[in-house]
């Protein structure tokens, strides 16, 4: 696990002494990703650098160093990731005469392009990498992104310069870098609290999409297009036109072993290692496969708070208890917590807004202590039908749909009409059930739901923070926000791809990859392995949301290692409690910056707007804490680059 950088300077002007410098310099900004060593490389003839931060986890000799040449000389690459399959490969590759100084898997992906050549190579490749190779004999740099999108990769064109990196801080260290903010991305992060791929918040830089690669042809100074070589869309359609026909043992039994050999190997590591547990389904399901295959207790992580509510650690420790692991807990104040916030920017590189970004980082602050390697249940939820809203969504447009669409938006009216209105007002304040239910929010968003067209226009409502964002010449009317779902007509599994394909890698990987990697620590995400996506999509969906329970077939491997007792549970969310944090601790903090004035001067975002849903969220009436939240990491992100800036 590392970080990577580089840049292509099509002037070819540039003297190696000047590419070096710079390439380190952008290095430097990723030492985070990697402590241990770093390395840089250049071709003055090409106008090519690569540069390099190591985190050594296989090989921790010199020879495991990047960047690193291959064997023949032609091919120069950095790369950050695992290769689960490289020993495979590497036996391979032997049997074909190849033979290998060290044991790390980039010289095994290295002679494999050797051999193969990058594409069919990269198909074989069963891991977690974002990849930059130069051809020396074609003189094209190739940009590789895995299958899922676990590591991201940048890229930018200013002038005569091409720029890319793990993150958009080794960009920004690039002199020729010019961060103009992108506003219909700016607009589309306040409404889902990411910005979605391939686009970033500044204009003229992209990320790589998953199951990609980008060809620059340094000669004919051209960036080609994002080509796929594995489409999940295409694996979601052929999945489900070709389910699994065994009897629900026989697929728990196929499912099992290809989960238990996906936890094997990513136990491979020549570092400490271990895994987070939260106690909820995913994440108990790897800690027992990993404690099942492991001689030695397992160490696992678990972030505890004192409010109940937001608290899942006692589940964590009974599930720890269970299996017997080394556990390790840590029961964080709110003051802890809040002492993250002002790190978020720097971490996270772009405006982010997913609130348990903070519990993400404590627990890999905590692991990071013990452990180089974590092993996290990430991808559950997105391929077994976890989301409780998927089963909202599925109610509310049962009910919606019957009522004819010219009555939808009068209805709908009437319905925010009623959230503001006497109505509210009376049965708010009569019963204590009706104060703390919120009504008033639920009728406001009931109002919204009604507004759909069709069940994805509903699902897209559902997961908006802003329905308009408050965005100053911003137009999403002129960004496609439709959907291509392949033709497949279950709703739930539009909503499982939808989140998988945008979601889980914008939102979910990108939280875990900087908060893990922001304390040194690699995280694997054994559900995220591609066969396990292939079969999940296989999987009837009668036997992911069954009588009612979601992600029955991961319940149902998890009861077999741990006893149903234990784990039958609500879900709980990894969250912490910001509402209640914007009208104390960090009132302050929030109002200085929600200052009309300021945003006025800004120009980004229209204060009127943004100061109605403050004060709204301030009297209590409503909790608007994921729109302010979203605002807020906006605007403490501007402030941390513009300083960076100047």
């Known amino acids: 696990m590392c970080g990577i950088t580089g840049f292509i300077d099509f002037s ?115 891991g977690m990498f974002a990849v930059a190779v130069w051809d020396a004999a074609t003189e094209e740099m190739t940009l590789i992104r895995d299958r899922i999108g676990k590591k991201p990769l940048y890229y930018g064109a200013f002038g005569n310069t091409l720029v890319f990196g793990s993150e958009l801080k080794a960009l920004r260290a690039h002199p020729d870098f010019r961060g103009e903010i992108d506003r219909e991305s700016l607009a589309l992060y306040l409404k889902f609290g990411y910005v979605p791929g391939p686009r970033s918040i500044y204009q003229n830089v992209k990320k790589l999409a998953p199951g990609c690669l980008l060809k620059i042809r340094t000669k004919q100074k051209e960036v080609g297009e994002q080509t796929v070589y594995w489409s999940l869309r295409q694996t979601a359609i052929d999945g489900t036109n070709n389910p699994l026909d065994g009897s629900e043992d026989e697929i728990l039994a196929e499912f099992e072993i290809l989960m238990r050999d996906s936890v094997k190997r990513r136990m491979l590591a020549d570092v400490p290692l271990g895994a987070f547990l939260s106690g909820g389904t995913d994440s108990s399901i790897i800690v027992a496969l990993m404690q099942a295959q492991s001689s030695k207790p397992v160490k696992t992580f678990t972030i505890g708070f004192h409010e109940v509510e937001y608290n899942e650690a006692e589940h964590a420790k009974r599930i720890a208890e269970y299996l017997k692991t080394d556990h390790h807990e840590l029961y964080v104040t709110s003051r802890q917590a809040l002492d993250v916030i002002p790190k978020l920017p720097t971490l996270y590189d772009e405006p982010f807004a997913d609130s348990s970004q903070i519990p993400t980082f404590l627990v890999s602050q905590l692991a990071s202590r013990h452990v180089t390697v974590s092993l996290s249940g990430d991808g559950g939820d997105e391929f077994f039908c976890g989301y409780g809203r998927y089963l909202l969504a599925a109610r509310l447009w049962e009910k919606i749909r019957h009522v004819p669409n010219w009555l939808r938006e009068p209805t709908a009216a009437a319905v925010a009409a009623a959230s503001n209105g006497t109505l509210n007002f009376a049965l708010r304040s009569q019963t204590e059930k009706g104060r703390r239910s919120g009504l008033g929010q639920k009728l406001a968003m009931l109002s919204d739901y009604m507004k759909a067209d069709d069940d994805d226009a509903l699902y897209l409502n559902l997961i908006s923070l802003w329905q308009q964002p408050p965005v100053v010449k911003s137009n999403l009317n002129g960004v496609a926000t439709g959907f291509d779902f392949g033709g497949l007509t279950n709703f739930n599994e539009r909503m499982m791809l939808r989140d998988a394909l945008v979601y889980l890698p914008d939102d979910i990987l990108v939280k875990v990859d900087r908060a893990s990697m922001g304390v040194s620590l690699e995280a694997r995400a054994p559900l ?119």
């Open 528 to 646: 995220l392995d591609y066969r396990v996506v292939e079969f999940a999509w296989r999987v009837p969906f009668a036997l992911k949301l069954k009588n009612g329970r979601a992600k029955w077939l991961l319940d149902k491997l998890l009861n077999k290692y741990v006893p149903r007792e234990i784990t039958d549970r609500p879900k709980m969310g990894f969250d912490v409690p910001v509402a209640g944090w914007l009208r104390g601790d960090l009132r302050e903090w929030a109002e200085g910056l929600l200052d009309e004035a300021r945003l006025r001067r800004e120009g980004f975002l229209n204060p009127q707007a943004v100061s109605a849903k403050w004060q709204e969220h301030l009297s209590g009436k409503r909790n608007h804490q994921h729109a302010l939240w979203a605002v807020l990491m906006f605007q403490a992100w501007f402030e941390e680059t513009r300083l960076f800036a100047e």
């Open 12 to 126: 070819r002007r540039a003297k190696r002494g000047f590419l070096l410098e710079t390439v380190e310099k952008m290095a430097t900004t990723l030492y985070h990703r990697g402590p241990n060593s770093a390395g840089a490389w250049a071709d003055e003839a090409g106008g090519i650098t690569l540069g390099f931060r190591r985190l050594a986890i296989l090989d921790l000799s010199v020879e495991g160093d990047q960047p690193m040449k291959s064997g023949d000389g032609r091919f120069t690459l950095v790369f950050n990731g695992e290769i689960y399959n490289f020993l495979e490969l590497r036996e391979d590759l032997e049997k074909l005469g190849h033979r290998f100084r060290g044991h790390s898997d980039t010289e095994v992906m290295l002679a494999a392009f050797v051999e193969w050549g990058i594409k069919p190579t990269v198909k074989r490749l069963n």
